[in-house]
Structure formats: structure tokens, C-alpha cells
């Protein structure tokens, strides 16, 4: 009799465990899936970050070559107002210098 009550409780107890391996078998599934998701969206945005760093190297490289760009314009610019100013003040000078005369006459 006793032999029956321990092969009862042993039967219960490989029951109880094999609810319990299907219960994780079904949480391992569901954690397959999630990881597989993480992996696609890790991807995207590995690739996104890929993209991001692509657009910023590019920015400061064009970036560099408007500073350049406008530099130069800027010197260019500086050049001819001087220009613009030594003409004006020879211009002014030889106006002065045929008013004078004409005055003189």
C-alpha cells in the first residue's frame, strides 16, 4: 500500500514538472521572438546611427569649405573697398586739384 502512495506522489510530481517544463518551454519561445526583435530593431538602428555619422561628416566637410569659401569672398571684398577708397581718394584729389585751377583762372 505504501508502494502506491509513493508511486502517487512520485506521478504527481512528474506531472507537476512537466507542466512546469512546458510553461518555460512556451516562455522561451516568447523570448525567442522578443530577442529576435531586438535584433531587427538593433540593426535599424545600428544603421540609422551609420547614416547619422555619415550626414554629420559630411556637414563639417561642406561646412569647412563654405567657411573657406567665404573667407575668401570676404578678403576678395576687403580688397576692393580698399581699392574703391584709393580711387576715391585720388579721384577727390585730382577733382580739388582742377577746382583749385579753376578757381585760380
Known sequence: MIFYLGEAVLFAALLLTSLQVLRMRRELKRMRAYHAEFQQVFGKTEAALE???????????????VIEELGLRIDAGRRLVGDIDTLGTATGAARTGAGRRANAA
Open 51 to 65: 547614416a547619422i555619422q555619415s550626414t554629420v561628416r559630411d556637414l563639417q566637410a561642406n561646412g569647412r569649405q
